[in-house]
């Protein structure tokens, strides 16, 4: 039978044969472990150019056509669930924020600014260098795409919308069979190049740490939503995440919202949210409510800012956490794309280079079924909250 490797799998693969390779090659041959290093390099220079160049067109891609679709909902139910995971989602941004502001520097402080830069070694070294420049800059294409999308939703445009489906299409092709299949390799240097230069051990230190942290603060997350949805409707709120659980479960195999919608739709039920608010929202959360998601994001990224002496405050994040709110609309529905849709704001909100960028999606991608998980279950704590808020008429 022939059974695919699932992305996660992948990169776990990848990261074990870096670290091996890396240790073994300098003692059989000194030459060619340096060679082999610099062809690594070269591939990374050639996919993060690319990565860069196809940033701006997710971008609009993908939040273009979804400000539009939003924009012809259904009236005030549409307002309710919108409001209602945009606050979820900049809500988990700053509890993360917090949380990882307070532990992370206990175990990150001592490992030094040299460590990261080690690990930018590899475009320094590759064999040329191939210049990709993007058709704009990140800001200017989230302008676009907000002009484009509140321009379609206002006029009703269907021939726009139509071409910015297929322009979603395409690019979400270009992730799926292209960006997403080449990550490993891409985190194959990355690490390979850690490895030769020393450093592998205290970063693999700092993502054991990291991803702790996350998992509790998923736990934690659905616990508050389940909260206030269970006070809501006087409701016990781990019941409620007992009923919700089988959506969990199938979101950690899956590792796709959208491919977990069956299943959140029918345990949302069994929560007692009326079928037509449920029937809406569930759908519409899994493109725009990322809190899981959005945890990650966001501590993985103070993680590597600690890793690579940064400043960190919450007046200069807190711009980045409600971009990111904006941002995760734009998240593709495959594997890892959420981290894809926030690579430019990471660049151009926080300052990373496309070595930070590699660690952050290494980072991200250890624990992105996790994530999912968070977002699905969530979903339902919203549903039965925009159904508690919802007039008798629109249900």
């Not at 890793?307 to 711009?319: A, E, K, T």
Request: hydrophobic share 55%; proline share 4%.
């Amino acid at each position: 039978m022939n059974r695919k490797i699932g992305l996660i799998w992948r990169i776990i693969i990848a990261i074990g044969l870096a670290i091996g390779l890396g240790m073994l090659l300098p003692a059989i041959h000194e030459g060619f472990a340096h060679w082999f290093v610099r062809l690594a390099a070269t591939f990374n220079m050639i996919f993060g150019g690319f990565l860069n160049f196809v940033v701006p067109l997710i971008i609009i891609a993908f939040i273009a056509p979804g400000i539009a679709k939003l924009g012809s909902g259904s009236g005030k139910l549409l307002g309710l669930a919108t409001v209602f995971a945009y606050a979820s989602t900049v809500f988990a941004g700053i509890l993360a924020f917090f949380a990882a502001k307070t532990l992370l520097p206990n175990f990150i402080n001592g490992f030094g600014a040299k460590s990261v830069e080690n690990v930018g070694k590899a475009q320094a070294i590759s064999f040329f260098d191939l210049e990709m420049t993007p058709v704009m800059g990140v800001m200017s294409a989230l302008l676009l795409a907000f002009v484009f999308g509140i321009g379609m939703a206002s006029i009703n445009s269907k021939s726009m919308l139509s071409f910015f489906e297929e322009l979603h299409v395409l690019i979400e092709k270009v992730i799926s069979f292209v960006i997403i299949p080449l990550l490993p390799f891409h985190i194959f240097g990355i690490f390979l190049n850690m490895t030769y230069s020393g450093e592998v051990a205290k970063v693999l230190s700092v993502f054991s740490v990291v991803f702790i942290m996350i998992i509790a603060l998923h736990l934690l997350m659905l616990t508050i939503q389940y909260t206030v949805a269970g006070s809501l409707t006087k409701k016990n709120p781990f019941m409620l995440m007992k009923t919700m659980a089988p959506a969990y479960m199938t979101a950690i195999g899956t590792q796709s919202s959208a491919a977990t919608i069956p299943v959140t739709l029918r345990q949302a039920k069994k929560t007692g949210a009326s079928e037509r608010v449920t029937d809406f929202t569930v759908p519409l959360f899994a493109t725009i409510h990322l809190s899981g998601s959005t945890i990650t994001l966001v501590s993985c990224s103070i993680g590597v800012m600690l890793m690579n002496g940064m400043d960190i405050s919450l007046s200069s994040y807190f711009p980045f956490i409600l971009m990111l709110g904006v941002t995760m609309i734009a998240a593709p529905g495959v594997p890892g794309g959420a981290v894809m849709a926030a690579v430019g704001l990471l660049s151009t909100m926080l300052g990373f280079d496309e070595s930070m960028v590699a660690l952050m999606i290494a980072l991200y991608m250890a624990q992105d079924s996790f994530g999912t998980a968070t977002n699905v279950t969530g979903d339902g704590a919203l549903a039965m909250i925009v159904d508690r808020f919802t007039p008798k008429t629109e249900k």
